[in-house]
C-alpha cells in the first residue's frame, strides 16, 4: 500500500501519473483541507475537489480546477444580488459542494462525505482528508497602506491573485485536529509515502501540522520520497514562491528538501537542478534525479515510477 500527502493541481497530476503504474486500490491518498471555506453557505473543499476530478478524469485541462465543460450560469445568477463571485464554482461543481454540505449539515464526517463523493466518481483509490475538524490557512500580508492584515487562504490566492506581500502563514485549529480516521494507520502501514509535488508550505504544511502526522512520518522517514514542485528556482505554477521566499526558505529544490529534512529521507529533484544535488544531501536528503516537469500522464507515471523506484 501506498500513502501520498497531497495537494491540489501539482497532487493531482502526480497521482494521475501513480495510478497508472499501480493499482488504484492499493494508493491512499492524504488530502490538505486547509484551503477549505464556505462560499454562499457550501462547503468548498478545493483540494479534495481537484484530486477527486482528476483522478476521475474529469477534470478541467488547462484551468487547474474545476470541471472540464464547466458552465458558471449560477454564478453569473449570483452578480445579480451583488453576491461575491470572485470565488468561481462552476454549475457542476457546485453539485458536489450541496451534497457535501447536506451531508454534513445532517451530521456526516468530512471523511464520509468525501467516500461518498469519490465512490460517485469511480476514483478508485482512497481519499482521506488530513482531518475530519476544520484547519483554515491564515496568511497575513502587508497592506497597501504599510500595516499588516490577516487574509484567508482563498482571499489571498484568488481574490487578491496573490498580490500582498506574506508576512506570516499560520494553521487556524491544527492545533486541535486531530487526524482523520485511517491517516495515521496508513502512514503507519504504507510501503511507501509520496509527498507530492505540491505547494510545501500551504498544502504539505497543514498535513504536517496536524497531530501525529509529523511524528509518524519521522519514524517512517527511510520510505518518505517527496517530489520537488521547485524546478529551476520557480515553482510551476502557484504562489509557492510567494510564501517561500518570505517565510526564509529558498525557492530551490534545496528550499524544499530543508523544510521536508526531518519528515523525508529522499527528494526527486529535476534534471534541471541536478547540480544541487550536494546541497540537498548535505541537508541528510538523499537526492534523485529525473525529469519532473509533468507536461501529460505519460511523463507522470514515468516520474511516478522513478519516485517509486528510488526508495525500492
Ligand atoms: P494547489 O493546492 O492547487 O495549489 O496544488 P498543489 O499544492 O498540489 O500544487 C501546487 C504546486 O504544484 C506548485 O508549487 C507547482 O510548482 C507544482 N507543480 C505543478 N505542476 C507541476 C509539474 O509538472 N512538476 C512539478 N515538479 N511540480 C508541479
Ligand atoms: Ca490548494
Not at 497530476?13 to 492499493?26: A, C
Not at 497592506?143 to 492584515?149: E, L, P, Q, V
Not at 500551504?202 to 498535513?207: C, D, K, N, V
Not at 520557480?234 to 521566499?245: E, W
Amino acid at each position: 500500500m501506498l500513502v501520498a500527502l497531497a495537494g491540489g493541481v501539482g497532487a493531482a497530476r502526480f497521482l494521475r501519473g501513480l495510478v497508472r503504474i499501480v493499482p488504484r486500490e492499493d494508493v491512499v491518498v492524504v488530502v490538505n483541507t486547509a484551503d477549505d471555506d464556505i462560499f454562499h453557505g457550501l462547503h468548498v473543499s478545493p483540494d479534495l475537489d481537484s484530486v477527486t476530478y482528476t483522478l476521475a478524469g474529469a477534470e478541467h485541462p488547462e484551468q487547474g480546477w474545476g470541471l472540464a465543460g464547466e458552465t458558471f450560469a449560477a454564478m453569473e445568477a449570483m452578480e445579480r444580488y451583488g453576491a461575491p463571485t470572485w470565488f468561481r464554482l462552476g454549475d457542476r461543481d457546485l453539485a458536489t459542494h450541496l451534497y457535501r454540505t447536506e451531508l454534513l449539515r445532517k451530521g456526516a464526517t468530512l471523511s464520509e462525505a468525501t467516500e461518498r463523493i469519490t465512490r460517485a466518481w469511480g476514483v478508485g483509490s482512497r481519499l482521506l482528508p488530513m482531518s475530519d475538524d476544520p484547519v483554515s490557512t491564515r496568511i497575513t500580508v502587508r497592506t497597501a497602506a504599510g500595516g499588516t492584515t490577516e487574509l484567508r487562504m482563498q482571499e489571498w490566492f484568488v481574490r487578491e491573485r496573490s498580490g500582498p506581500p506574506v508576512v506570516a502563514v499560520r494553521f487556524d485549529g491544527a492545533d486541535e485536529a486531530r487526524p482523520a480516521p485511517g491517516v495515521l494507520e496508513a502512514l503507519d502501514q504504507a510501503d511507501t509515502v509520496l509527498i507530492c509535488p505540491s505547494n510545501p508550505v500551504i498544502s504539505i504544511g497543514p498535513i504536517l501540522a496536524v497531530g501525529g502526522v509529523r511524528e509518524t512520518l519521522r519514524r517512517r522517514r527511510a520510505r518518505v520520497v517527496a517530489v520537488s514542485p521547485i524546478i529551476g528556482g520557480a515553482p510551476v505554477k502557484g504562489p509557492a514562491d510567494r510564501l517561500m521566499g518570505p517565510l526564509g526558505i529558498e525557492v530551490s529544490c534545496v528550499g524544499v528538501a530543508a523544510t521536508y529534512a526531518d519528515v523525508c529521507g529522499t527528494l526527486v529533484i529535476d534534471a534541471g537542478d541536478a547540480a544541487r544535488a550536494p546541497e540537498v544531501e548535505a541537508l541528510g536528503v538523499r537526492a534523485v534525479v529525473a525529469d519532473t516537469l509533468m507536461t501529460d500522464a505519460r511523463v507522470a507515471a514515468a516520474l511516478a515510477r522513478h519516485t517509486l523506484d528510488a526508495v525500492a
